[in-house]
């Protein structure tokens, strides 16, 4: 067979491990509802199906270790009904947990992991189901013939080509002084009534088995083929059926024409009709869907970037015009031009961005296995209800937060959810609820996680955090409960009593907020004594273009999210006043504190007139002061390396019309450095103690525009 480029086999690879991580998670939720109900012979079917298609697939992208591993499962699965005694839901999830880690091993280009754990499985299936299927076999073909799935694939051919395929099993007489000899005369004579597909021993072998197994492409009968068999003081005696089309388990090798994996039926036929000319018989159906790599549609929303970017500028100089000619003919054509382009221009931005977004459904799929082996681990019993699984996410922040969700969903049910005695005494079913749920609010995106566990004991955070030396007694006394509670997220944090494969190593909350704060999101809490507690992941709908709003602070321009502002207040140095370390001002009857980043004025000034920007983080508010305000505007950020900014205050940066620079700030992390108890005594402002304590790096505030 013609191999495959090394270009062309990369994409095959590619798009192998697209497709395998499709079928595991199918593999993964059909067990998940074979232990619901064992006796489904259905879903026993639909497993064997995902084996099996993983199985040519692997197969054909040359990683025969798991393709063997998977056919070797789907030999085992060809069965009427489960076994007594073996839980195939159990052997489901050890082969999901097997191929898994194989293919991770594939793409990392490392060891492959044992096996040894899913052919233990497999032997013990194997093992309860032979009785039947010597029942269903002839004596002469009992042993399985491990067939390649490329042999599969010309079997495929032949019979596209009209022809039958034989399995012959030929032996060689006990007295025949060359058995490797043997094989070569038995393929000879039937190689003139037809085409050998496929042998065992192969004719290169100096094994000398006295077995000879034989596939054989042929229009003859099967008599025909018994007669060419009988060569005599070489063949002892010959066995001979026509192989069985696929879905039928009388043979190992059958391959399923309805396989929706890597390969389609019109790609099997063509790898197969390589070597034999087989006609081609891909459909010639308009294909709906159309795999693009992920940089691919980046590079496209950069250029509409750039395009955004060329309409300020054009926009701009057009304002520019009409104030110096004011009576200009032209300016009509200029504004109706200058309008159609930018509906234009929104149009495109909106289509390339919906190609980007993909189902939180995708993300959400992954739990229920999740949930239900740290149930097992944790001696738990929980339930997992998914709701707005439907909703559209940007897929680079879908794979971003994968990580965080699934600490957050560990957490809680390792902490949150009680053990099933515990839950009866308080009333409570003994069986758990884990929430999963996602919806849209104004510009974001709203992943909550929440349970309906015994919630998170601030006495006990206190304790700790006191204990492994986060805060000191002095501060946990004056600390109100939402700031003890946020301690949750501090590096090293952990309530667990002792050190387990679940929780323990305080590891986990911390990354959740550094990984929202690197996607430009938040996380919040909130929980209720003996009621549970709910984690809700706040995310920007994209990454790319955003509505922001601009300011000054010492003369320096930054832009914030326009839907991160409640609300824009005008206030006097006179009315700040000092709370403890917090300054703080009046507003709407409230305290609100407050957030300077540039320097306190030393002087008597206290009738200067100021900005806060309000600021809302669940049921927080907090009050950004700025010098002066710039407008609205937007803004296409571009990301910056730790060589131009090594701060993460700021999240990137973008280029106006008229070619000024103006820092995106990265609002999540001020509003998390600022609220850490650190204690600015210099007056220089915090943007400037941030660049002390860089100790030399580069900081946002250094940054002249």
Known sequence: MTPFSDERGSELRDLFFETAQELLQSLNEDALKLEKAPQNTEVIRSIRRTVHTLKGDAAAVGFHELSELAHLLEDALAIEKPPAGISLAEVAFTAADVFGATLAAYQRKVALPDPGPLKASVQLLSAE???????????????????????????????????????????????????VAARQLIANALGSIGRILGTRPESSSTSHDQRIDLLLASSELE??????????????????????????????????????????????????????????????????????????????????????????????????????????????????????????????????????????????????????????????????????????????????????????????????????????????PASGTIRLDAYHQANQLIVEVSDDGGGIDAGKIKLRAVSTGIISAQQAETMPPGEILDLIFRPGFSTADEITEISGRGVGLDVVRSVLHRVKGSVEMETRSGKGTTFRLKLP???????????????????????????????????????????????????????????????????????????????RKLGLIVDSLEGEEELVIKSLDDQTIATDLVSGASILGDGRVVLIMNLAAVVARFTEPIADTSGSGFLNAQAERNSGRRNSAEVRQ
């Open 129 to 179: 189901n032979e009785p039947e299927a010597t029942i269903k076999k002839s004596a002469a073909v009992t042993t399985r013939v491990p067939w390649t799935e490329y042999e599969m694939l010309a079997v495929d051919a032949a019979r596209v080509d009209g022809k039958k395929v034989f399995h012959v099993v030929a032996r060689i007489d006990p007295l025949c002084a060359m058995p």
């Open 223 to 428: 008599s025909a083929v018994l007669a060419k068999c009988q060569i005599p003081t070489v063949i002892a005696n010959a066995d001979c059926y026509e192989l069985a089309h696929a879905g039928d388990s009388s043979d190992t090798g059958s391959v399923n024409s309805g396989s929706t994996g890597l390969l389609t039926d019109s790609a099997h036929e063509a790898i197969a009709a390589e070597p034999q000319n087989v006609p081609d018989k891909r459909s010639h159906a308009a294909e709906t869907i159309l795999r693009v790599d992920a940089e691919r549609i980046d590079n496209v929303l950069n250029l509409v970037g750039e395009l955004i970017i060329a309409k300020s500028m054009l926009q701009q100089a057009t304002q520019e015009h009409a104030r110096r000619f004011p009576k200009d003919s032209l300016r009509p054509r200029f504004a109706d031009a200058m309008a159609f382009q930018a509906r234009v221009l929104n149009d495109l931005q909106r289509s390339v961005m919906k190609i980007r977004m993909v189902p939180v459904e995708q993300l959400f799929r992954r739990f229920p296995r999740v949930v239900r082996d740290v149930a097992q681990r944790c001696g738990k019993q929980v339930e997992l209800a998914i709701s707005g699984q439907n909703t559209d996410l940007d897929k680079s922040l879908l794979d971003a937060i994968a990580e965080p969700l699934t600490h957050i969903v560990r957490n809680c049910i390792s902490h949150g959810i009680e053990g099933p005695e515990e839950r009866v005494q308080a009333g409570k």
């Open 541 to 619: 709908l994209t990454l790319a273009i955003i509505k922001a709003l601009m300011f000054r602070i010492e003369h320096r321009l930054y832009a914030i999210p326009l839907n991160a502002v409640s609300e824009i207040a005008r206030a006097r140095e006179g009315d700040v006043h000092n709370v403890d370390t917090w300054e703080v001002i009046q507003n709407r009857g409230q305290v609100l504190p407050l957030m300077r980043l540039g320097k306190k004025p030393t002087n008597d000034c206290s009738q200067q007139k100021l900005f806060v920007l309000v600021i809302s983080l669940g049921e």
